[in-house]
């Protein structure tokens, strides 16, 4: 059977894990892994003894033609990042997109993702809302920024907590200092926190109490 499983792994407390995750990952012939050495840890907890294979960003162009012909052989496989769904701001996409190009069956599981409980915590509207990932760090983000302060859906974002700070302040700049926003941080962890305000009130908390951790951003997107 030709077929491809995207498996969701916890992005903080290891009780996220669904139950259908771990019998998947015992199940498939093969594993490609974001970091085989950080998934080690997940599996080990899990008995589950399955071959990986390393699959990151620096190797999966190279890969994804050999993994393409496992499966056309009739194996199994199934792709973990360190943490969170697949695919989303971590490798994935490409794998997923040839699978599809050379008809062979893809299944997405449902579960973690540490953007949909930062928007929810956030208590800005979810009924229409923009994930937007990282944002380019040099080329191109202020473009990016630009069109995005006329974005009226909420938007999610994901950054690293050295450049949390600097990036906050960059929206109070373009989208304004009054503007609602929400910053979640260690989503599912011991330090699990989140803390709301305007662009200036969140600029002012995270100059006085240094980012640590994980983090989500979410802003409020213009009024109309």
């Given at each position: 059977m030709?077929?491809?499983y995207i498996v969701p792994t916890p992005v903080g407390n290891l009780d996220d894990m669904t139950f259908r995750a771990i019998s998947v990952l015992k199940e498939v012939d093969f594993i490609l892994a974001e970091d085989t050495r950080t998934s080690s840890v997940l599996l080990k907890h899990f008995d589950i003894h399955t071959r990986m294979l390393?699959?990151?960003?620096y190797n999966e162009h190279q890969s994804v033609g050999s993994v393409i012909e496992m499966l056309k052989g009739g194996q199994t496989g199934a792709v973990i990042s360190d943490a969170g769904t697949p695919g989303l701001s971590?490798?994935?996409f490409l794998i997923v997109r040839e699978c599809v190009r050379n008809g062979i069956d893809v299944e997405c599981l449902p579960g973690a993702t540490a953007a949909i409980p930062a928007l929810v915590n956030s208590g800005l509207p979810m009924d229409r809302f923009c994930f937007e990932g990282?944002?380019?760090q040099k080329k191109g983000r202020q473009t990016r920024l630009t069109q995005l302060a006329t974005e009226s859906r909420t938007m999610v974002f994901y950054e690293s907590p050295y450049r949390v700070l600097k990036t906050l302040q960059q929206f109070a700049e373009v989208f304004g200092p009054e503007r609602e926003g929400s910053v979640s941080r260690e989503i599912s962890k011991v330090h699990n926190e989140t803390v709301h305000g305007t662009l200036a009130e969140l600029v002012d908390h995270f100059?006085?109490?240094p980012p640590k951790g994980e983090f989500v951003i979410v802003i409020?997107?213009?009024e109309s």
């Open positions: 030709m077929k491809l390393a699959h990151h960003k971590d490798p994935g990282f944002l380019p100059t006085t109490t409020k997107g213009v």
